[in-house]
């Protein structure tokens, strides 16, 4: 049974040293836990790359080509395909990104990679 004087003390009492030593090992707690998650799925770091340059880059890039299209209204875009546009092309970012070889996005995994200690010496895939 806990007793009042083993129950630990509200947040506001601590010692600053004592709750930053707290605080430092609650971090690292989650930091050992994350990185557990993090080496389960090897690709994972590549998969958030992909994402990562397809929606930063490849999409901004695609809508800039739909909205520059000045196609006749026979030829233009029909309402449906303005109200699908946006889906359409992040659909269609990912899969460029994904069936080609993008040095940006072997880069980026490398960084991710590193930084999350899931060790950056992986084997890059080879087109």
Excluded: Y
């Excluded at 946006?86 to 899969?95: F, G, I, P, T």
Aim: glycine share 8%; aromatic share 6%.
């Amino acid at each position: 049974m806990i007793t009042p004087a083993d129950a630990t003390p509200p947040i506001d009492q601590f010692p600053a040293a004592a709750l930053r030593g707290r605080q430092h090992a609650f971090l690292d707690a989650l930091g050992r836990a994350a990185g557990r998650r993090a080496g389960r799925d090897p690709d994972q770091a590549r998969d958030a790359a992909e994402q990562f340059v397809a929606m930063a880059f490849v999409q901004p890039l695609l809508k800039d080509l739909r909205n520059a299209s000045w196609a006749a209204p026979p030829f233009g875009p029909t309402p449906a395909e303005k109200s699908f546009r946006a889906l359409s092309d992040a659909q269609l970012a990912q899969d460029l990104v994904r069936s080609g070889r993008w040095p940006i996005v072997d880069r980026l995994a490398r960084d991710l990679r590193s930084r999350s200690g899931s060790g950056g010496a992986q084997a890059e895939p080879s087109a």
